[in-house]
């Protein structure tokens, strides 16, 4: 599975962003996609994800309500909409994808076999 992220830029505190994943190949109703992010000098965090299948979707308290995750099947794509960004936003974002997760391991990093390179998001005040 290879997956390509894309979207990410220089934006001003209050805009919006949307961030793209296209995944090639090993996407099943049994995969989830997942937005992670890392900060400099922090460790990686969970952002949002997404049951290929079912669509339900899962997502940090730090970003709901301002970030939905949605995919396209036809295009092989999740995307994360991004609004009411905040300079704390400012991170690396990847994209992920993991087969047979539970709902417990949603946000755990290591749930996750494969990894896109990331974009950068940067937020200023």
């Known amino acids: 599975v290879q997956l390509q992220a894309s979207g990410g830029g220089l934006v001003q505190a209050g805009d919006s962003l949307r961030l793209s994943c296209v995944a090639s190949?090993?996407?099943?109703?049994?995969?989830?996609m997942g937005w992670f992010r890392q900060a400099p000098g922090k460790e990686r965090e969970f952002v949002a994800a997404?049951?290929?299948?079912?669509?339900?979707?899962y997502y940090d308290p730090s970003v709901k309500g301002r970030f939905t995750i949605s995919r396209d099947k036809a295009k092989n794509t999740v995307y994360l909409q991004m609004t009411s960004l905040k300079p704390e936003d400012t991170a690396v974002y990847s994209c992920?994808?993991?087969?047979?997760?539970?709902?417990?391991?949603?946000?755990?990093?290591?749930?996750?076999?494969?990894w896109g390179q990331g974009t950068q998001v940067t937020v200023s005040s």
């Open positions: 992920a994808t993991g087969s047979t997760l539970i709902s417990s391991t949603i946000s755990r990093a290591g749930a996750y076999a494969y």
């Open positions: 190949g090993g996407t099943s109703s049994a995969s989830v």
């Open positions: 997404v049951r290929w299948g079912s669509g339900i979707t």
